[in-house]
């Protein structure tokens, strides 16, 4: 977990921009991340629904999280690049 100025606890790294972020899918829920098993997209991360794989209805919310980033602007990179390189 990591703490904003305010005290409050956050599990996004860099802050507590979670919107920004991790946006909201349709369904209202905040989007996750999941990895791409496919032969054109190996190990590509991605952000979707969360009901995805939860075996009911869901929004088919889908956004890879490079392009997510880019669009956030090099302020949200660095803490993610960081976290990517440490998974790897």
Known sequence: ???TRRGSSCAVLGGC???AI???CYCGVYAIM????TTSNPNRVFLGCPLFKAKEPYCRYFVWMDEHLK???PWSL?????WMKLRE
């Not at 660095?78 to 960081?82: A, E, L, N």
């Open 78 to 82: 660095k803490p993610w690049v960081r």
């Open 34 to 37: 999941y990895k791409s098993r």
């Open 17 to 19: 921009s979670r919107v």
């Open 22 to 24: 991790a946006p909201k």
């Open 71 to 73: 669009k956030l602007g």
């Open 1 to 3: 977990m990591y703490k």
